[in-house]
């Protein structure tokens, strides 16, 4: 899947029609990336807005979930391993807080 996606991201990267934004983007940076969106589409309005459909802080506790399943370390290796290119690239300086979802 992943593969498949990176082909169609290429295909439109360069497209002055398409703004490519990943989603953990939008959660670890979003007012940049929200920047970013408005250079694209104009300007979106009142920035209090963004938290009434879109919470970081809540969609940040669905990130690196991959540190709370050790037993399957051995998959996430190989997955680090063999997808690296497509894994983001997380701060280990930022701490999650999953609010005990397991």
Known sequence: Y??????????YENNDNVLIIRFEDLIY????????????????????LKNKYFDPNKSIANTQLYKFFLEYAEDIEIIERE????????????????????
């Open 2 to 11: 992943y593969r498949n996606l990176t082909s169609i991201i290429k295909k």
């Open 83 to 102: 997808l690296k290119n497509y894994l983001y690239s997380f701060d280990e300086s930022i701490k999650i807080q999953h609010n005990n979802m397991f």
């Open 29 to 48: 940076n979003t007012d940049t990336i929200i920047s970013c969106i408005e250079n694209f589409i104009g300007d979106c309005g009142d920035r209090d």
